[in-house]
Nanobody, 114 residues
Framework: VQLQAFGGGLVQAGGSLTLSCGAS????????MGWYRQAPGKERELVAVITRKGGTNYGDSVQGRFGISRDNAKNTVSLQMNSLKPEDTAVYYCSALVGGYIYWGQGTEVTVSS
């Protein structure tokens, strides 16, 4: 499975940004897709994940501000980020869970200025 993420950039606090990720390869075997992020000097953390059937789980820090969606036919997952804060600044990684293995995309950088 290969993952390609798009949509990072620079945005002011309070603004919005949408990240998208496309999967290729053995996509029929993907169960959960989602997003994680890693800020400088910090560990990678959960942002949001979504199952093939649409079940979702969000990290506490983004609950109520971010929304994850998935198109199984197109093998894509998107992350709508609203009310962005400077602490949302990080490299965001798309992920795909196949069996017990997590595939990672290359990361896309999001910078939120105050």
């Amino acid at each position: 499975v290969q993952l390609q993420a798009f949509g990072g950039g620079l945005v002011q606090a309070g603004g919005s940004l949408t990240l998208s990720c496309g999967a290729s390869g053995s996509t029929s075997s993907i169960n959960v897709m989602g997003w994680y992020r890693q800020a400088p000097g910090k560990e990678r953390e959960l942002v949001a994940v979504i199952t093939r059937k649409g079940g979702t789980n969000y990290g506490d820090s983004v609950q109520g501000r971010f929304g994850i969606s998935r198109d199984n036919a197109k093998n894509t997952v998107s992350l709508q980020m609203n009310s962005l804060k400077p602490e949302d600044t990080a490299v965001y990684y798309c992920s795909a869970l196949v069996g017990g293995y997590i595939y990672w995309g290359q990361g896309t950088e999001v910078t939120v200025s105050s």
